[in-house]
């Protein structure tokens, strides 16, 4: 039989289609998981208006899964929510849950632990406490909202945690008597579970006793933990794994936490061993990072924010803003599913909001959400007439000079989206 080039074209034609076709039938959706831990938010004010570093941070990455700790009251967790949900409304948390686990110390319930997530891609079916001899262990029973979730649901039981602070052998025994107090209630889950353990750590070396128990050294645990960065070791005064480093971003004293310069790994974010390979969720090989870490050798000891630390992911404006944020950089991992998610089509975006309240003497303040492009922003009295045009730079915020304008209400709206107007006040 004899095929002309036409024919021959068609029938490749054909064959890419089909190929398409069933690529599609395995559809495959990532997210991005961070864990930060956020030094004493908001009651650390050394560094003021701290809030607005968070807030390019969460602008630049984005997370699907948002886990912190060394958050100090509900003040704060709403504050980091209202940040969020400014970016997507579809952001929710977790309840916020004060530390119990010191009661019978100290009860200082200083440091808690939170999620937040995207719900447009999570459901949370569950949150618990386990209680140790210092702080809780959080833990988030999260469900993938996919299409098959009714008939197929996939969970991720999410662990959020932050081990006792310091060295020694006192401190290592705490550490790792906290760590025994999680494995023995993990020890009562399906050995098939899910489980993403995100926390400040505050391990020197992989032979810390507590570490060995997280990855079940004696392979007597039911749930045993891999280090998804695959940099096990020696860690603590070590340049060799400065890529996996998270701690201090500073050398400088008079900005709160610790000054010791980039030398320490004390964040991580671990899986359970069957994540690495289960195709219903699994995390993205080469994927785990630490936001900021630019893997310069140059930085070791050096605070994050200094030209030793530059590089070509992580610029000097987001190291800066990390820098001021805290003495700790977030990780971050990707995590695939090959369900669909069960995502609406249409999200609501809102594309400016006031820093503060609507009302104001002299300087206008306003946030722009990254996600819209805006030209130009228009100031109309409250008979509808243009009082004031402002040209919007390469910024995420306005500062705009109204002090000429007499009291009253005005309303700002643009040219470019089609948004509800927000109403504002003048007072002198």
């Given at each position: 039989m004899?095929?002309t080039?036409?024919m021959?074209?068609k029938?490749?034609l054909?064959?890419m ?7 599609g039938?395995?559809?495959q959706?990532?997210f991005?998981?961070?864990f ?8 650390e004010?050394a560094?003021?208006n701290?809030?607005?570093?968070l ?8 997370p699907?899964?948002f886990?912190?700790?060394e ?10 929510l ?18 119990t686990?010191d009661d019978n110390?100290s009860?200082?319930n200083d440091?808690q ?10 459901i949370l ?24 979730s ?7 039981d999410?662990i959020v ?18 760590v ?8 009562t889950?399906?050995?098939d ?7 400040d750590?505050?391990?020197?070396t992989?032979s ?10 004696d392979?007597?645990?039911?749930i ?7 940099q096990?070791?020696s ?7 400065i890529d996996v480093?998270?701690?201090?971003t ?7 936490g610790?000054t ?6 004390f ?10 390979t289960?195709p ?10 630490v936001?900021g870490n630019?893997?310069?050798?140059q ?12 590089g070509?992911d992580y610029?000097?404006?987001i190291?800066?803003a ?12 990707e ?5 669909t ?6 999200t609501?975006i809102q ?24 030209k ?25 000079n ?13 040219p ?6 927000l ?6």
């Open positions: 004899h095929f080039v036409a021959k074209k029938i490749c054909v064959l289609l089909v190929v398409i076709a069933v690529h039938l395995h559809a959706e990532n991005k998981l961070m930060y831990n956020l030094l004493n938010f908001p009651l004010d560094v003021p701290r809030l607005q570093n807030e390019l941070i969460l602008t630049d990455y984005r699907d899964l886990m912190v700790c958050l100090n009251n509900e003040t704060g967790a709403n504050d980091i209202s940040t969020l949900q400014f970016l997507n409304p579809d952001y929710q948390s977790a309840v916020f849950e004060l530390n686990s110390i009860d200082q440091l632990n939170l999620i937040y997530y995207d719900s447009s891609k999570f079916e569950s949150q618990s406490i386990v209680t140790t001899i210092f702080r809780d262990f959080n833990h988030y029973r999260m469900k993938i909202n996919s299409v098959e009714d008939t197929n649901p996939v969970y991720i999410i945690c932050h081990l006792k602070a310091s060295s020694g052998t006192e401190n290592q025994a705490l550490r790792f008597q906290m025994e107090d999680l494995v023995a209630y993990l020890d889950f399906p050995s579970s899910n489980v993403v353990l995100a926390g750590l505050n391990v020197y992989n810390e006793p507590a570490f060995e128990e997280l990855l079940d050294i392979n007597t645990n039911t045993d933990f891999i280090d998804p960065a695959n096990v070791g860690w603590h005064n070590n340049p060799n794994y480093v998270t701690q201090s500073r050398t400088q004293t008079g900005f709160g610790s010791g310069g980039f030398d320490d790994r964040d991580f974010i671990l899986t359970s061993a069957n994540m690495q289960n219903e969720i699994k995390f993205i090989e080469n994927s785990y990072k936001y630019n893997a310069n050798v930085c070791y000891n050096q605070a994050i924010n200094s030209s030793d630390c530059a070509a610029s000097a404006f190291r800066n990390l820098h001021d944020f805290s003495d700790h950089l977030p990780v971050t991992i995590l695939q599913t090959n369900q998610l069960s995502v609406e089509t249409f609501r594309a400016l909001k006031f820093l503060g309240s609507n009302m104001f003497s002299d300087v206008l303040r306003l946030k722009i959400n990254p996600s819209v492009q805006l130009t922003v228009i100031i109309n009295n409250s008979l509808g007439q243009v009082v004031k045009t402002i040209s919007v730079k390469n910024s995420l915020y306005i500062e705009e109204v002090s000429s304008l007499a009291n009253g209400i005005y309303y700002i709206t643009t470019e989206l089609q948004i509800k107007p109403k504002f006040i003048i007072a002198h």
